[in-house]
């Protein structure tokens, strides 16, 4: 090993002899649609061939990714959120090679690293009600955390969560997921109960059983693009703290400025959740970090006593590239305005859209908030197109919709993708820092997309391709 005045070893030495990570991926690059299919999930390389989607991108940077052959694409899905601030940010980029290069004594476990204190003091300024955070490795690890918390806190075993939610895949997440096709063969699960968004009724029934530790809910649903009703989260959290259960509210994806405030709870006056799951975005798009927020008491619960010091941890956990790159993001979104951008780009966006439902009778809604964008479809009423549009719903719902994200991909390079399996709904979940130009690309992509779909032509022979393909793996 080298090392500096006989000791010390020396920092920026470069990659150690043997291993060139530059020339193995320009060896053996071209193989990676093999190598998934080989070694990985072997549907994946399937289903990205089947669409057309099964592309190579050489580099990426902001909103924008390049092909081999230097074609510029515009990314409309941020990884479903992750690349909050793009690809590759500067500063963000800087951060890291700064806390690599500081070779800093990481994870000793035995110690109180200054990073975790400072990422956690920073990111409880944006919800001063809340007091304490424990740091994970994702959005999944934070509901769980959130869940288990949730329970030592009150004593109690159900959580309830909203029809149709998204909180993760680990088995406590699934507990509380909303959708059956993702839960099928993987039970028993925790107790749990669904509700339909915004249905306080169906809440206060529930409460009524004494067994109910919390409510988790997605302030806008990522499946669908709903969001919870103007008043309910507040009036679910008196119930809840009426009936001594908690507020959860899932900021895995609407946290860190995706709805055109930092939280998207916050959308609402007086909401102060017990507990706040954030991820995705909090990572820079580099190291993966997740975050459960917290108020004192939920905390003193579930840490009780030197005895209990770790009851709950994260191996990599509060680690000091995660704890580095969320800093800086949370310094560029301060130094950018990144919440005002959002506000500003996100409502140019939905407005412009919205104004096409008139002209599309394809084209049923356009919601969200800020730069998280449903678009609906559905029947339309003329002969003609109802038709088409009820051959694509028997072969499998949700088919018109991958229909018009094949095109905007291959004629347009742009990416986005459907909300959820069997849903008309296309998600716009694009980094926060597109701008008005980026806008508007979109939008005259997906106006030349609908004429088309609206006239009829080539759309509709790649929507037969799609049938035949549905009912070969039904």
């Given at each position: 090993m080298t090392t500096v005045d006989g000791g010390t070893p020396a920092t920026g030495a470069g990659p150690a002899p043997g291993f060139d990570l530059r020339r193995l991926l320009a060896e053996r690059g071209g193989e990676r649609y093999a190598l998934h299919a080989r070694h990985l999930n072997p549907q994946l390389p399937r289903m990205l061939r089947t669409l057309g989607f099964d592309k190579v991108y050489e580099r990426a940077e902001g909103a924008h990714f390049w092909d081999a052959e230097g074609n510029d694409h515009l990314d409309m899905l941020a990884g479903f959120g992750v690349m909050g601030l793009g690809r590759h940010h500067p500063v963000i980029r800087q951060a890291l090679h700064d806390v690599l290069d500081l070779s800093l004594p990481d994870l000793t476990r035995f110690d109180c690293p200054p990073l975790p204190g400072l990422l956690a003091e920073r990111l409880l300024a944006y919800t001063p009600h809340l007091h304490r955070a424990?740091?994970?490795?994702?959005?999944?690890?934070?509901?769980?955390?959130?869940?288990?918390?949730?329970?030592?806190?009150?004593?109690?075993?159900?959580?309830?969560?909203?029809?149709?939610?998204?909180?993760?895949?680990?088995?406590?997440?699934?507990?509380?997921?909303?959708?059956?096709?993702?839960?099928?063969?993987?039970?028993?699960?925790?107790?749990?109960?669904?509700?339909?968004?915004?249905?306080?009724?169906?809440?206060?029934?529930?409460?009524?059983?004494?067994?109910?530790?919390?409510?988790?809910?997605?302030?806008?649903?990522?499946?669908?693009?709903?969001?919870?009703?103007?008043?309910?989260?507040?009036?679910?959290?008196?119930?809840?703290?009426?009936?001594?259960?908690?507020?959860?509210?899932?900021?895995?994806?609407?946290?860190?400025?995706?709805?055109?405030?930092?939280?998207?709870?916050?959308?609402?006056?007086?909401?102060?959740?017990?507990?706040?799951?954030?991820?995705?975005?909090?990572?820079?798009?580099?190291?993966?970090?997740?975050?459960?927020?917290?108020?004192?008491?939920?905390?003193?619960?579930?840490?009780?006593?030197?005895?209990?010091v770790l009851v709950h941890s994260a191996s990599f956990g509060a680690n000091a590239q995660a704890m580095a790159a969320g800093l800086a993001v949370l310094d560029v979104m301060e130094r950018e305005d990144t919440v005002a951008h959002v506000r500003r780009v996100g409502e140019r966006l939905r407005s412009r859209l919205a104004a096409l439902v008139p002209r599309y009778e394809l084209l049923h809604e356009v919601r969200?908030?800020?730069?998280?964008?449903?678009?609906?479809?559905?029947?339309?009423?003329?002969?003609?197109?109802?038709?088409?549009?009820?051959?694509?719903?028997?072969?499998?719902?949700?088919?018109?919709?991958?229909?018009?994200?094949?095109?905007?991909?291959?004629?347009?390079?742009?990416?986005?993708?459907?909300?959820?399996?069997?849903?008309?709904?296309?998600?716009?979940?694009?980094?926060?820092?597109?701008?008005?130009?980026d806008v508007d690309r979109f939008v005259e992509a997906f106006t030349q997309v609908m004429d088309e779909a609206q006239d009829g032509g080539l759309l509709w022979e790649f929507g037969r391709t799609l049938v035949r393909q549905a009912v070969v793996h039904r």
């Open positions: 424990f740091f994970c490795s994702s959005g999944t690890e934070a509901v769980e955390t959130a869940l288990k918390f949730a329970r030592r806190a009150t004593g109690r075993p159900r959580v309830l969560h909203c029809a149709h939610s998204f909180h993760g895949l680990t088995t406590g997440a699934l507990s509380v997921n909303g959708e059956r096709s993702f839960r099928e063969g993987f039970g028993p699960l925790l107790p749990d109960t669904a509700v339909p968004l915004g249905d306080l009724d169906a809440l206060r029934r529930e409460l009524r059983a004494g067994d109910v530790a919390a409510l988790i809910v997605e302030p806008v649903q990522g499946k669908g693009v709903h969001a919870a009703p103007p008043g309910y989260l507040r009036a679910a959290q008196e119930l809840l703290h009426r009936h001594k259960a908690l507020l959860i509210a899932d900021e895995v994806q609407t946290g860190l400025g995706r709805t055109g405030d930092f939280h998207a709870h916050q959308h609402e006056d007086g909401v102060e959740p017990d507990l706040v799951c954030l991820a995705k975005a909090l990572s820079g798009g580099y190291v993966p970090v997740g975050a459960t927020l917290g108020t004192d008491e939920v905390f003193a619960k579930v840490y009780s006593s030197m005895d209990r969200g908030r800020g730069l998280m964008i449903g678009i609906e479809f559905g029947r339309p009423e003329s002969l003609r197109l109802r038709s088409r549009w009820a051959m694509l719903q028997a072969a499998r719902k949700g088919l018109f919709a991958q229909m018009v994200v094949a095109p905007l991909l291959h004629r347009h390079r742009i990416l986005t993708q459907v909300s959820g399996d069997h849903l008309e709904v296309i998600k716009l979940i694009p980094p926060l820092v597109v701008d008005e130009a």
